[in-house]
C-alpha cells in the first residue's frame, strides 16, 4: 500500500468515521448523500446534481477500473456527463490502488487531486450509511491530517447557478430545434437527443426563450432546491401556455411540478442509485431507474390539468407528471442513465413523437 494521511468524515450528529485520504488533501464541508451503484464513478463524480455533496459510494471497491481518457464526441467528454468533477469529497470503504481497464488513463486518486477533491478511504461505509437512512441527509466534513472546515449547506444558496452553461451553445444540425435550459446538464442527455436528427440548443438556466423559435422545450437534472430557480419557473409558465412539447428531467421535472402549482419538498435521504423501481401510473407497467435527486414533487398537491406520471415503489413518492391533455410530461429519474439501466429510454423517442406531430 502506498503512504498514506489519516482522515476523517465528521457529521453535524458528532459521529466521527476514520479512514485515509487518497484524493487532495485539503479540508471541505457539505451535505454528506450515498449511493448505491456498484459502477461507474467516472459518470457520478462528475454529475453536476451532486454539486455541493460529499458523496458516501456504498459499493465496497472504488477505483479498481481507473479513470477514462478525456476524450470529446459531437462537443462532449465521452466517457463523463460533464467537464469537471461536482462532487465536494468522496467516501469509500476500500480503494484499489491498482487499476486495470482498456481505456484507462489514470488513477481515481490521480484525477480526484488533479481536480481539487478531497477523499478518504477505510470508512465503515455500512454503519455509516445506516447512519444516513436512520436520520436522513446531514452535513458533515471531511477533515484531513487535522486541518479545520467551516460547516456548509449547499441547499441554501443557488447551486443550479454554479454549473449551468454560461452562453447559449449548439449541438448537432437536425430538424427538430430543442431548446435545452441547462440546470446541471447531464452530457448523455443532449447524446440522448442527437440521436433524433435534432438541433439542441443549450441555454443557461435562466435564459429568457419566449421570443425564440423551437420545436420542444426540454428541462434538465441539476442540484439543490428548485424554488431557488424562480426566473426558470417564470419562463417555464409561458411556455406551458403554449401547445408545444415539454420534457423535464430531475429537477427538471420539480420546476414544472412548481409551475403547474403544486410544491416540492425535500426528501429524507434522497434516491441515489441505479436501480429504483418505478411505475407508470396509468399503465401499471414498471421499470427499473436510475435515480439522483433530493427533492421531489408533491403529487398530492397537483391541480386538475396535471397527473402522477411515474410513482416509487419503494416509497410511493412522485417520479414525474403529466398534463391531461398537451404533450407535456416530465420524470424525476433518469432514462438517459449512462452506465443504465436503460428501460426508459424510450421516453426520447416519445418526446420527439410528441414534437412531429405537433408540427404536422
Known amino acids: 500500500m502506498q503512504k498514506t494521511v489519516d482522515a476523517s468524515l465528521v457529521l453535524e450528529n458528532g459521529r466521527e468515521f476514520k479512514g485515509w485520504s487518497f484524493g487532495y ?34 459499493y465496497p471497491l472504488i477505483g ?5 481518457a478525456a476524450e470529446e464526441e459531437e462537443g462532449l467528454l ?17 480503494y484499489s490502488f491498482d487499476y486495470s481497464h482498456w481505456n484507462a488513463e489514470r488513477s481515481l486518486g490521480r484525477w480526484l487531486k488533479d481536480h481539487h477533491v478531497p477523499a478518504i478511504f477505510g470508512v465503515d461505509t455500512r454503519a455509516l450509511t445506516k447512519e444516513l437512512r436512520e436520520r436522513g441527509s446531514m452535513l458533515g466534513k471531511i477533515v484531513v491530517d487535522g486541518g479545520h472546515a467551516d460547516w456548509y449547506d449547499p441547499n441554501s444558496v443557488n447551486l443550479v447557478d454554479q454549473v449551468s452553461v454560461a452562453e447559449k451553445k449548439v449541438y448537432g444540425d437536425g430538424r427538430h430545434r430543442i431548446m435545452l435550459v441547462d440546470c446541471g446538464v447531464k452530457y448523455n442527455i443532449i447524446r440522448s437527443l442527437l440521436r ?5 440548443v443549450r441555454v443557461p438556466w435562466d435564459y429568457d426563450y419566449s421570443g425564440e423559435a423551437y420545436d420542444g422545450l426540454f428541462l434538465t437534472n441539476g442540484p439543490g432546491d ?13 411556455a406551458m401556455e403554449e401547445d408545444k412539447p415539454i420534457f423535464g428531467i430531475c429537477l427538471g421535472s420539480q420546476l414544472l411540478g412548481i409551475a403547474s402549482g403544486a410544491a416540492t419538498y425535500k426528501l429524507k435521504y434522497g434516491h441515489r442509485s441505479h436501480n ?41 413518492t412522485c417520479e414525474g407528471i403529466r398534463h391531461r391533455s398537451k404533450p407535456i410530461f416530465s420524470t424525476q429519474f433518469h432514462p438517459e442513465a449512462s ?14 413523437d410528441e414534437i412531429e406531430k405537433s408540427k404536422s
Not at 78 to 94: N, Y
Not at 339 to 352: Q, V, W, Y
Open 226 to 238: 428548485p424554488a431557488l430557480c424562480k426566473p426558470a419557473i417564470r419562463h417555464l409558465g409561458g
Open 339 to 352: 452506465g443504465g439501466p436503460t428501460d426508459t429510454s424510450f421516453l426520447f423517442e416519445r418526446f420527439i
Open 25 to 58: 488533501q485539503e479540508p471541505v464541508a457539505g451535505e454528506v448523500v450515498f449511493n448505491t451503484a456498484m459502477t461507474g464513478y467516472p459518470e457520478s463524480l462528475t454529475d453536476p446534481s451532486y454539486r455541493g455533496q460529499i458523496l458516501v459510494a456504498t
Open 196 to 200: 433524433y436528427d435534432t438541433t439542441v
Open 64 to 68: 479498481n477500473y481507473g479513470v477514462p
Open 78 to 94: 465521452k466517457h463523463f456527463e460533464s467537464e469537471r468533477i461536482h462532487v465536494t469529497g468522496l467516501v469509500i470503504s476500500d
Open 276 to 316: 429504483q423501481p418505478v411505475v407508470e401510473h396509468e399503465s401499471n407497467r414498471c421499470f427499473i431507474t436510475s435515480q439522483n435527486h433530493g427533492f421531489a414533487v408533491d403529487h398530492h398537491r397537483l391541480s386538475g390539468d396535471y397527473l402522477p406520471y411515474f410513482i416509487n415503489l419503494n416509497d410511493q
